[in-house]
């Protein structure tokens, strides 16, 4: 087996553990709560990091796309989430709270929490298809 080969069936069994961990845990959508809109200072202060809203595409690259393929496979995120915000009518790429979980934060403070957008079940199994479907054509393309 040349080192191609085994390389594609490497991603593709990683590619296959992602898509059963993304299925085991269908509960795991509802927690990516995002933002729809930021003011323009506060968009460009979370995109520089040091908060826990990261972009949807860099937990796209975080999650599906293998350490070994990163360096020439992360774009496919970009690709992909870029898709989703035109399908989606979204002129920001959506924040994804990494720290927060349903329910919490200012709820537990007794107040109103904020208006924020869940990533749906479809949404979310459409993503991760998308995703993995490009990391695996970059790969075998390398």
């Known amino acids: 087996m040349t080192a191609a080969a085994r390389a594609r069936r490497g991603t593709a069994a990683v590619a296959l553990a992602v898509v059963l961990t993304m299925v085991g845990a269908t509960a795991a959508s509802a927690h990516h709560c995002y933002r729809d809109q930021w003011a323009g200072a506060a968009y460009q202060h ?37 898709d989703f915000m035109a399908e989606n009518g979204m002129t920001q790429e959506p924040l994804i709270h990494a720290k927060a979980t349903v329910g919490g934060g200012a709820a537990h403070q007794g107040r109103e929490p904020r208006p924020f957008s869940y990533l749906t079940e479809a949404q979310f199994g459409s993503l991760t298809v998308d995703l993995l479907a490009g990391v695996e054509a970059c790969a075998a393309g390398l």
Do not use: I, N
């Not at 293998?66 to 496979?73: G, N, Y």
């Open 46 to 82: 979370h995109l520089r990091g040091g908060t826990p809203w990261v972009p949807l595409s860099d937990l796209g690259v975080m999650f599906a796309v293998p350490p070994h393929l990163q360096a020439d496979c992360a774009w496919v995120a970009d690709e992909v989430v870029a």
